[in-house]
């Protein structure tokens, strides 16, 4: 059985850094690509950061990029995202997501509240 869960959400001050954790299972995890999108109410998901199966390309938005880095463990499998210098902009809720070809798996999704 696939799963995602994704940890580290919550709320933190603009300007904060938070950590998001996503613990996969149930599948080949380094030949997944691994993503992490973010969506607020009323909007669709949108693309945060990616990483490739083995680590070694990574693609950021154009909010994120400076800010925040994807990283991977597969020994572990599990993915990260670090967020630095965060803006009430972020506040979203964070999902993790897995791909490869045609197969997609999503996660729950955890909210990430910037605010003071």
């Known amino acids: 059985q696939v799963q995602l869960v994704e940890s580290g959400g919550g709320l933190v001050q603009p300007g904060g850094s938070l950590r998001l954790s996503c613990a996969a299972s149930?599948?080949?995890?380094?030949?997944?690509?691994m993503s992490w999108y973010r969506q607020v109410p009323g909007k669709d998901r949108v693309l945060v950061a990616r990483i490739s199966g083995e680590g070694e390309n990574t693609r950021y938005s154009d909010s994120a990029k400076g800010r925040f880095t994807i990283s991977r463990d597969n020994a572990k499998n599990t993915m990260s995202l670090q967020m630095n210098y965060l803006t009430p902009e972020d506040t979203a809720v964070y999902f993790c997501?897995?791909?490869?070809?045609?197969?997609?798996?999503w996660g729950q999704g955890t909210q990430v509240t910037v605010s003071s």
């Open positions: 997501s897995a791909d490869f070809w045609t197969q997609t798996y």
């Open positions: 149930g599948f080949i995890f380094e030949h997944f690509g």
